[in-house]
């Protein structure tokens, strides 16, 4: 197949790439908005005087809401532009991570989290949309993948510079200080960023009302793409969120007795290992589009016997090589679950792909929600067991795996049809 841009194709470029990165840069700070509480888990519980269950309550909310909020934002990201919802999202989430930073009880933060993951909501399938309004589509795997890197840098500002700005100035200076991070990066939006290049606007969003908006989200859920999509992420993404969005920390001090400092290097190791993976999953896939679901159903075995060998290893902590070779192992969860958009996406026309991937985004983010509060309610009732109350995970993996091989033919005979039919149509298009 021929590289060269499709005719109608948005030209790319170096406008393209600056106008692009405006998009990440505002995702890349609600990633580190996002993952802020996993560095100040411990913190949070002495300030606000809770316990675990109340502890993972934050993030499942922030979750809940972002979680639920996916496919309207999917709807509306094509009908009002990704400036718009870009804007919208980093006002919402400057404004959380602020009132966080000087909220004086447990119910103002819970509120300041939950508005901070309706604005981080918006921010990732709008990049999604950018990248393809301005770069041609067989950019658009590669596009994603680079999105998803620059999100996992933003965690890693999370484990290096926030940690260390928590412990040396406090609570209230660090979150405040890093919410200045969302001004500027709406500024830049605001003065530098547009929708689409000259001459490539999009076609004028049909107002049909609600109607039209259920046959949008009925016939993405109808295509086994789709669904497959949802269940890769589902299974792939939540072991290593859980992990760093908030108990990785606490287990690795107090299951595993590292020091704070240690803990934090171990957690920089799971983002490193996701960017060096993400990188090289992006360039099998590239050229070998058959190894999306191998790489997945990979991903999943390896997760499960490197956290099952974690956790029951004899004696009473695990040594440091196992829990090295868990966080890299760890990496390689998220660029897991960003093939589920590599089967969502072709499985659905243009205008319907906001609708398919906020579908698809659901899945990761229900599971986390899910693993969040099941960890937190069996750590409460079995004194910090965590050997017990990380076995949920497995249960997920299980769940999530039996959905992933159900529809894996169903998905893969539909996407072949859709192929040989493309390809009959480019037959058919005069030179």
């Known amino acids: 197949m021929s590289n060269a841009t499709l005719p109608g194709d948005p030209p790319g470029g170096r406008r393209a790439v600056a106008i692009w990165c405006i998009g990440v840069a ?23 005087h809770m316990n675990a269950s109340a502890l993972s309550t934050f993030s499942i909310l922030q979750l809940l809401v ?10 509306l990201v094509d009908r009002l532009g990704t400036k718009k919802m870009l804007g919208l999202g980093a006002v919402l989430f400057t404004a959380g991570q602020l009132g966080f930073a000087f909220s004086p009880s447990y119910g103002t933060a819970l509120a300041s989290r939950a508005l901070l993951g309706c604005g981080d909501a918006m921010t990732f399938i709008s990049v999604l949309r950018l990248g393809t309004r301005w770069f041609p589509a067989r950019r658009g795997p590669l596009v994603a993948q680079l999105a998803g890197l620059a999100g996992m840098a933003g965690n890693l500002v999370s484990t290096l510079v926030l940690a260390r700005l928590l412990h040396g100035i406090g609570w209230t200076p660090a979150f405040a200080g890093s919410a200045l991070a969302g001004v500027v990066v709406l500024v830049l939006l605001l003065l530098f960023l547009k929708d689409h290049p000259e001459g490539h606007e999009p076609q004028p969003f049909p107002h049909r009302g609600s109607a039209y908006v259920r046959r949008q989200i009925v016939a993405a859920w109808r295509e086994p793409g789709t669904r497959l999509g949802l269940w890769v992420h589902f299974t792939t993404q939540f072991p290593a969120m859980v992990f760093l969005l908030l108990w990785g920390l606490p287990f690795l001090v107090e299951a595993q007795g590292l020091s704070r400092a240690t803990a934090g290097e171990l957690l920089t190791l799971v983002v490193l290992s996701n960017m060096v993976v993400g990188l090289v999953y992006g360039q099998i ?112 993996q299980a769940f999530g795996l039996s959905q992933i091989l159900r529809l894996r033919r169903r998905a893969a005979r539909r996407e072949r049809e859709r192929l040989v039919a493309s390809r009959v149509e480019t037959v058919h298009v005069p030179a």
Not at 66 to 75: D, H, K, N, R, S
């Open 285 to 396: 896939v590239a050229r070998h589009h058959a190894a999306r679901l191998p790489l997945a159903l990979g991903t999943v075995g390896a997760t499960a016997l490197v956290w099952a060998a974690t956790l029951v290893y004899p004696g009473e902590r695990a040594p440091m090589w196992l829990l090295l070779v868990l966080c890299t192992v760890l990496g390689a969860c998220g660029p897991a679950s960003m093939l589920g958009f590599d089967f969502a996406r072709p499985a659905n026309p243009p205008e319907r792909q906001g609708t398919a991937s906020g579908i698809t985004n659901m899945g990761g983010f229900v599971a986390s929600m899910t693993t969040l509060f099941a960890i937190g309610v069996l750590l409460d009732a079995t004194d910090d067991d965590y050997t017990v109350a990380f076995s949920v995970v497995f249960v997920l």
């Open 26 to 48: 505002v995702y890349f700070v609600a990633v580190i908005f996002r993952t802020s509480l996993g560095v100040a888990g411990l913190d949070a519980v002495d300030r606000f």
């Open 66 to 75: 972002y979680a639920g909020m996916q496919i309207p934002v999917g709807l």
